[in-house]
T-cell receptor, first 114, second 113 residues
């Protein structure tokens, strides 16, 4: 297992378009998280899955954002009708919730909305 | 959620030991303390995690006093490649709440030659 994979690494889209990002977590991790990070700030929590169940969503996640994790494996994050304020790095992380190991983050998808 | 406070930035020189202290006065009984390192354009990388006393691994040590209201990340003999942002996080990692780990602004460590 090579870690958490995110695709694409970079995405440039026009305002108003829809975009979808994919995250492949470490296979034995049942927990999956999405974070968003803007320049100079720490990552902000967006949403969390335990297996296929979405257990928590941040208030930052507007109705334009939706995330899925079918079958408890990979996850997708979709942003509809993108806005310039959506420009950020979108980070995915996974864990098995065992003390001492922390989250494993992917390299992120950098979204630029023009 | 326990809030953390850490210095915005620190400077050091190659070969020195660096200690970054984080305050978390409202830490809860089930909370663990976790430190991450982040380089530009990369996701955060897990460094170390602890609950109490001292934890050591191949890259760092984590010192946690008995009251657990603060913690200190110790990086021995830093090199230029340790220049990064370091985040201290506190949360119940074993619970079912997703927002267990909230990132603050982090500490920007600059290692000079």
């Amino acid at each position: 297992d090579t870690g958490v994979s995110q695709d694409p690494r970079h995405k440039i889209t026009k305002r108003g378009q829809n975009v979808t990002f994919r995250c492949d977590p470490i296979s034995e991790h049942n927990r999956l998280y999405w974070y968003r990070q803007t320049l100079g700030q720490g990552p902000e929590f967006l949403t969390y899955f335990q297996n296929e169940a979405q257990l928590e969503k941040s208030r930052l996640l507007s109705d334009r954002f939706s995330a899925e994790r079918p079958k408890g494996s990979f996850s997708t994050l979709e942003i509809q009708r993108t806005e310039q304020g959506d420009s950020a790095m979108y980070l995915c992380a996974s864990s098995h919730g065992t003390p001492g190991y922390g989250y494993t983050f992917g390299s992120g998808t950098r979204l630029t909305v023009v | 959620l326990a809030k953390t406070t850490q210095p915005i930035s620190m400077d050091s020189y190659e070969g020195q030991e660096v200690n970054i202290t984080c305050s978390h006065n409202n830490i809860a009984t089930n909370d663990y303390i976790t430190w991450y390192q982040q380089f530009p354009s990369q996701g955060p990388r897990f460094i170390i995690q602890g609950y109490k006393t001292k934890v050591t691994n191949e890259v760092a040590s984590l010192f946690i006093p008995a009251d657990r209201k603060s913690s200190t990340l110790s990086l021995p003999r830093v090199s230029l490649s340790d220049t990064a942002v370091y985040y201290c996080l506190v949360g119940d990692i074993r619970g079912n709440a997703g927002n267990m780990l909230t990132f603050g602004g982090g500490t920007r460590l600059m290692v000079k030659p």
